[in-house]
């Protein structure tokens, strides 16, 4: 019997391998990527990963700042009642940057008589993969998360600061964008940053040292299971944080913490192979075409674009979110697409064939496409 039908099974393969535990998390992420759960000791993993556990589902529905504002009468107005949470198959791993040995699950909600729970991204998520399944396509995708390293002691306003460099013992005050120094001086929270992703099980490729003052970029690989990279993508942030505070720092993925610096970004790349695993966005007469965008990616680019104002709601869920979205930071300000431009909506990037949709354009042709809108009229 496969572990994903066999829970006990399941515990006792890792408590074999991790006798030491002394407690596991419970957890999930929320709507605004936010990581709740219940911490519970070691003893009770296997009732736990068998029998699964009762939460509201209204902690879908908390704001950023964790308030409850009772959205549609769901939260104070109906009792609050609980869901059905079971823990996903699989998703039982180490936490290696933890003082104590423990350990973490991933959860997942369901109503009463066995239905997902509408509100739970994961759900959300799962439902639109089974609707490409139908369609015979599959989604590959990967994650890059941009964030600031800085120090736990804040300026006299309460704004943040950089940390000090462990090379030097000064604090970083300047920052050089694809600096290799600035990799070498936090050399090691990042190695172990990626030590603990592949524990996780996690694959880790390109790190970067961004444009602002203790800024990083790790890239996660590409994946045709959008649950797990979806999955990964929320346990890499709490990696990061976990292993900052053990070397006596943070780490934000805040989207402005200075106002007077460039922002954090996550960056999704996204294809769609058919069954023969071709590029289906790159498929079709227009493929050939001089502007090389194929129809499936003409309609898919039109139907993020569409969606988008309404989008922002997830995408940008605080004010934060939105000091970001200045002009000529490399940042999108408006329903914007095209090929190699950093200050758009939708980036369609330079690659080989199989990867890319389009010829290789001429930087005027390239700075031309990069300020079209797509007018979409949007449906009744």
């Not at 009792?79 to 823990?87: I, K, L, N, R, S």
């Not at 970083?172 to 070498?184: C, F, K, R, S």
């Amino acid at each position: 019997m496969s572990k994903r039908n066999n829970p006990a099974g399941e515990v006792a393969d890792f408590l074999a391998r991790y006798p030491d535990i002394q407690f596991f998390d419970a957890i999930y992420p929320d709507l605004c990527g936010l990581i709740r759960g219940k911490r519970y000791p070691a003893e009770q993993l296997e009732k736990v990963m068998t029998n699964g556990l009762a939460t509201p589902g209204s902690v879908f529905l908390l704001d950023a700042v964790g308030e409850n504002h009772d959205p549609d009468g769901l939260g104070f107005s109906d009792g609050d009642p609980d869901c059905q949470v079971h823990a996903i198959p699989d998703s039982l791993l180490p936490v290696p940057w933890a003082a104590r040995p423990s350990a973490q699950v991933l959860l997942t909600f369901q109503d009463p008589d066995g239905t997902p729970y509408q509100f739970e991204p994961r759900n959300v998520l799962a439902a639109t993969w089974r609707k490409l399944q139908e369609l015979k396509l599959r989604p590959v995708v990967a994650f890059e998360l941009e964030f600031f390293l800085i120090d736990k002691e804040r300026l006299p306003d309460g704004g943040p600061q950089p940390p000090l460099s462990p090379l030097s013992g000064r604090r970083i005050a300047d920052n050089q964008v694809y600096g290799m120094g600035d990799l070498e001086a936090q050399g090691e929270l990042l190695s172990e940053i990626t030590d603990s992703c592949t524990a996780q099980g996690i694959k880790t490729g390109a790190i970067t040292a961004e444009y602002a003052t203790g800024q990083y970029e790790i890239n996660l690989h590409h994946m045709d299971d959008p649950l797990l990279a979806a999955d990964q993508c929320v346990l890499f942030k709490r990696i990061v944080q976990g292993v900052a505070r053990k070397h006596g720092i943070e780490a934000t993925f805040m989207a402005k913490p200075y106002l007077d610096q460039a922002g954090s970004g996550l960056h999704m790349h996204c294809s769609l192979l058919d069954e023969e695993d071709n590029n289906f966005f790159a498929q079709g007469e227009r493929a050939a075409e001089p502007d090389g965008v194929a129809p499936a990616l003409r309609q898919a680019i039109a139907g993020v674009l569409d969606f988008l104002p309404e989008s922002m709601a997830i995408l940008a869920p605080n004010m934060n979110s939105f000091r970001r979205f200045v002009a000529n930071n490399f940042v999108p300000v408006a329903r914007s697409w095209g090929w190699e431009n950093r200050s758009l909506g939708l980036r369609i990037p330079i690659g080989e064939g199989t990867a890319r949709p389009r010829e290789r354009f001429s930087q005027p042709q390239l700075r031309a496409t990069g300020t079209k809108l797509l007018a979409t009229k949007r449906r009744k």
